[in-house]
């Protein structure tokens, strides 16, 4: 993870805030850098623009939540789409108390600012592979027809489980929600699974 000195740190905790109340575009450096106690010259200063305050901040926030991400272990026996389920459900715990974060990635995701689009997507491509790989990394592929390789069935599970993050994990959604369509999810991602066994 990046170090920032104590002002730049200050500064992307108060921009957490703002971006992830009122998002980039209403999001306002005046008001940035008053909450943080410090000139919107000093702001500039560290980070240049607003659009690479809003990268930087989006970033600091992404890589704690790849490191606590890093922290879990799962029950034994688990498939894969079972662990990305126990995974989906921790975020949800996770983000219950951090809302500003949740807000600030899922702009970032869904609609970042031209300028850092690519820079964005590449970075959540990184996070996207890297936990993939961690759920399918002992995939047995014996079980599945020649005709697929390993890295299709990966791509093609992460297709499913991302269609189907889309499709739930709204804003307001509760856990108690997800457990009540678990079955029904779980369904899902097998029909997509057998669709490529032998």
């Not at 920032?4 to 108060?14: D, V």
């Not at 809302?99 to 689009?117: D, Q, R």
């Not at 993939?132 to 990394?137: A, K, L, Y």
């Not at 856990?175 to 997509?192: F, G, H, P, Q, T």
């Amino acid at each position: 993870m990046k170090e920032y000195n104590k002002t730049a740190l200050k500064i992307i905790k108060e921009s957490l805030v703002e971006f992830g109340e009122k998002g980039y575009i209403n999001a306002s450096t005046n008001t940035i850098s008053k909450n943080a106690g410090v000139s919107k010259g000093v702001v500039f200063l560290h980070f240049v623009s607003k659009v690479n305050l809003y990268y930087e901040t989006f970033i600091y926030y992404l890589e704690e939540l790849v490191s606590e991400i890093e922290k879990l272990s799962f029950k034994e026996n688990l498939t894969f789409y079972e662990k990305a389920f126990e995974l989906t459900y921790w975020k949800m715990d996770y983000f219950s108390t951090r809302i500003n974060e949740m807000n600030l990635l899922m702009e970032a995701l869904s609609n970042p600012p031209l300028e850092i689009k690519e820079k964005i997507y590449s970075q959540t491509d990184k996070l996207s592979k890297m936990t993939i790989s961690w759920f399918v990394g002992d995939l047995d592929m014996s079980e599945y027809d020649p005709l697929y390789t390993k890295e299709e069935v990966v791509k093609f599970i992460s297709y499913a489980l991302a269609g189907l993050q889309q499709t739930i994990l709204k804003p307001g959604v509760t856990k108690e929600y997800l457990m009540s369509i678990r079955d029904e999810s779980l369904k899902y991602i097998e029909a997509v699974v057998k669709g490529m066994k032998k």
